[in-house]
């Protein structure tokens, strides 16, 4: 009992230093918004008039460049300056032009002087022999700048792959949210109705909130992540120089193998509690067959989370526009280019935090608080001490929102494996509109 208090304890500290922490990171939601108008000014040529309005706004252009300028946004001096030119104020270019001429590498250097002469009759001819820039929201606004019409400089195959992105992250999570909202009714009714099912037996382990605490607190927190860090980070650094992998691929395998040594101690330590005869089926309720009935029960359990999440960051907005920074990760996906890296990434994501945050937190936290405190209050408690665990105050409401929803999974189907087919559909539908606004 007193080492599950001193456990707790020091989880709690570790905890609270963390969420404080995470006020001073970056969001990734900042970058996001910005990816995010990127891809509509870039997309708004290729649309109807009619669907301009509905899709990227009347506007693109100068909504991002608003956005940039209320973020100041750093890194986006070339692109500001070039929506200044093309916009109703060309000359608040000039200075940001001229800071960047100062400071510039050789190969940028004659496209900035050009922007500084202004515009010319020749049109799209004086950009013969200029290295424009990659990118191909820059390089169409320089093109513009110096004097070629939207024809001349227009980009069909980018623009036409920037539509399709922005329709996979705005279009169809829009859909997604309207049928959640659909089936949250459906729910409401039938219970309004009686038509509610009955909850399916729940199975956990024979622990006590004692054996919970050194499993969460002294197994998750101070081993996994406070020790076991500290311990195998030298070596993983120290393997990937030895075999001469560098980055980008050594941050994802840094990721995976950093996430693998924060499984092992609790799982270790689950594995020697739920030690000698055990139920049919198992302690944990995985239940994996038949896979396709599970799979439905997530694929249903999404769409109804997705509109109450939404609501949630939304709300948390209101009340708190700047409440800290994000996982560290989604900025790794998101300016992530490397296929071979965004795998490690995607296989962390989605293969084992579902696998091992479910196990930890519905498959054991769970029903051990149920026993304690009934359904509702063992939901409560396990998604709070779920979205603590995740040390970022900017998404806290969110994740408990998520773990309310994963919770439930666990409840209405018996079977911890919808709850972590369910977070990985979540971690995936994340990490893929990560991807296409990263790409």
């Known amino acids: 009992m007193a080492l599950a208090l001193v456990s707790l304890a020091l989880s709690l500290l570790l905890w609270i230093n963390g969420l404080l922490q995470s006020l001073d990171r970056p969001s990734v939601g900042n970058d996001l918004v910005i990816r995010q108008l990127e891809l509509a000014a870039l997309a708004a040529p290729r649309l109807p008039n009619a669907l301009q309005p509905l899709l990227v706004g009347e506007r693109p252009e100068t909504a991002l460049l608003e956005e940039i300028d209320h973020q100041a946004a750093p890194d986006t001096e070339l692109l500001r300056a070039l929506l200044l030119l093309n916009g109703p104020e060309p000359g608040r270019a000039r200075p940001l032009l001229e800071a960047l001429r100062d400071r510039s590498d050789p190969s940028s250097s004659p496209l900035i002087s050009r922007l500084l002469d202004g515009p010319s009759p020749l049109g799209p001819a004086r950009l013969d022999g200029l290295a424009l820039p990659p990118d191909p929201l820059l390089r169409r606004l320089s093109c513009r700048a110096l004097g070629g019409s939207r ?18 992250v705005t279009l ?108 049919e089926g198992g302690w944990l309720q995985y239940r994996w067959r038949p896979v396709g009935s599970a799979q439905r029960k997530a694929l249903k359990g999404l769409l109804i989370a997705l509109p109450l999440v939404s609501l949630a960051s939304w709300l948390q907005q209101l009340a708190w526009s700047d409440p800290g920074g994000s996982n560290p990760l989604l900025e790794l996906v998101l300016r992530s280019t490397s296929p071979l890296t965004l795998f490690c990434f995607a296989f962390t994501a989605i293969v084992l935090a579902p696998l091992f945050e479910e196990t930890i937190f519905r498959g054991v936290l769970l029903p051990v608080m149920v026993r304690r405190v009934g359904a509702g209050w063992g939901v409560v408690v396990s998604s709070a001490v779920f979205a603590l665990a995740h040390l970022s105050l900017g998404e806290l409401t969110p994740l408990f929102v998520l773990g309310l929803a994963l919770g439930w999974m666990r409840l209405s189907s018996g079977r911890l494996s919808a709850s972590i087919w369910l977070h990985a559909l979540w971690n995936g539908l994340t990490f893929s509109n990560l991807v296409l606004l990263g790409s």
């Open 151 to 168: 024809s001349d400089c227009a980009l069909p195959r980018e623009e036409g792959q920037a539509l399709l992105q922005l329709l996979g």
């Open 172 to 279: 169809l999570p829009t859909l997604a949210v309207l049928a959640g909202v659909l089936l949250i009714g459906r729910e409401i009714w039938l219970r309004w109705r009686g038509y509610g099912p009955e909850l399916p037996p729940l199975l956990g382990p024979c622990l006590g909130v004692t054996d919970v605490i050194l499993l969460v607190a002294g197994g998750f927190v101070l081993l996994g992540e406070l020790i076991t860090p500290l311990l195998i980070t030298p070596l993983i650094t120290g393997l990937l120089a030895t075999l001469a992998i560098e980055s980008p691929l050594a941050d994802g395998l840094t990721v995976l193998l950093l996430y693998l040594g924060l499984m092992a101690a609790p799982l270790a330590i689950l594995a020697l509690m739920l030690r000698g005869d055990r139920p």
